[in-house]
């Protein structure tokens, strides 16, 4: 079956640093394109980070863009958000997002919590 598995996620300091990754199983991942989400309490998800299929482009949330990096391993089913120069205001829970021609996968989320 289709999983996405975060991982990564935890207690950080401001201007602190995380790896997140997602370990995609179950379905094509090298067609996939896949993305980052994340909610913060009392907030709407948003759409944090884009890459495409084989990698070559990426896209960000002007609130992440120079902060945060988007990366993905086809050999290994794998993408990646690499979290750097972190503000309280990232507090919130990371989805994984898998868009294969449409059909949308989630993850289970895995919560990131900026503070001193």
């Known amino acids: 079956q289709v999983q996405l598995v975060e991982s990564g996620g935890g207690l950080v300091q401001p201007g602190g640093s995380l790896r997140l990754s997602c370990a995609a199983s179950?379905?094509?991942?090298?067609?996939?394109?896949m993305s980052w989400y994340r909610q913060a309490p009392g907030k709407e998800r948003e759409l944090v980070a884009a890459?495409?299929?084989?990698?070559?482009?990426?896209s960000y949330a002007d609130s992440v863009k120079g902060r945060f990096t988007i990366s993905r391993d086809n050999a290994k089913n794998t993408v990646y958000l690499q979290l750097s120069s972190l503000k309280a205001e990232d507090t919130a829970v990371y989805y994984c997002h898998a868009d294969l021609f449409g059909l949308n996968y989630w993850g289970q989320g895995t919560q990131v919590t900026v503070s001193s």
């Open positions: 890459i495409t299929r084989a990698g070559d482009s990426t």
């Open positions: 179950g379905f094509p991942f090298s067609i996939s394109a």
